[in-house]
């Protein structure tokens, strides 16, 4: 009949959670794979992990989205989207971000809602549409040599992101940004988390 505050951040989604976004299991994946899982769940939370708070688009969409930011002045759509996309990520939030208090606070209703994590689902909804503009933008002006560019680069930073994910240069890039020592090379499965968690 009541959700307290405490209980309506459950399942809210962190900041260093916005990883995902680029990496989707770098947190690791869900935890219900028990025994044949690779890569369990290593992230801020335990109980509401990897299919909660997860937030993966693509990164070929999420580059066409923001290509498509370039016209939210003139498309009411584009604006519509972004806006949403941000306030959505703001709940997301949680009790990691003022939005989410404020809302629970002063809107009637929204203490009626718990698993702030959920609000992902928004972000990848409005990613998808603005990438189509995105998209539609940099096929507008053809004739246009910085758009040309950027129409080239976005599948090349795709597959170049995918590759440094895969051969595992990026969790070794993300160790010595949290050790300070040299890189060399991938660090093991193990080892980003246990220096993530002596970080905090």
């Not at 959505?88 to 009626?112: E, M, Q, R």
């Not at 990848?124 to 040309?148: E, I, N, T, V």
């Not at 051969?167 to 070794?172: E, K, L, P, R, W």
């Amino acid at each position: 009949e009541e959700m307290t505050y405490a209980r309506s951040t459950e399942g809210e989604l962190f900041w260093p959670q916005m990883l995902t976004l680029l990496i989707p299991k770098f947190f690791g994946s869900s935890t219900h794979l028990g025994g044949e899982n690779p890569a369990m769940y290593w992230g801020p939370q335990s109980y509401w992990n990897f299919w909660e708070t997860c937030v993966y688009v693509g990164i070929t969409t999420l580059a066409l989205s923001v290509a498509a930011l370039r016209s939210f002045r003139t498309h009411r759509a584009v604006a519509f989207l972004a806006g949403f996309a941000v306030f959505s990520l703001l709940c997301a939030l949680g009790d990691n971000f003022i939005f989410h208090w404020f809302l629970y606070t002063f809107v009637p209703g929204f203490d009626k809602f718990r698993a702030p994590g959920r609000w992902g689902f928004f972000i990848a909804f409005c990613c998808a549409l603005l990438s189509g503009f995105g998209l539609k933008a940099l096929f507008s002006s053809p004739r246009d040599k910085r758009q040309r560019t950027l129409l080239l680069a976005i599948p090349a930073v795709t597959v170049l992101v995918s590759v440094a994910v895969q051969i595992g240069i990026v969790d070794g890039l993300i160790r010595t940004l949290l050790t300070g020592s040299a890189w060399r090379g991938a660090a093991p499965p193990q080892t980003v988390p246990a220096l993530f968690t002596l970080q905090n």
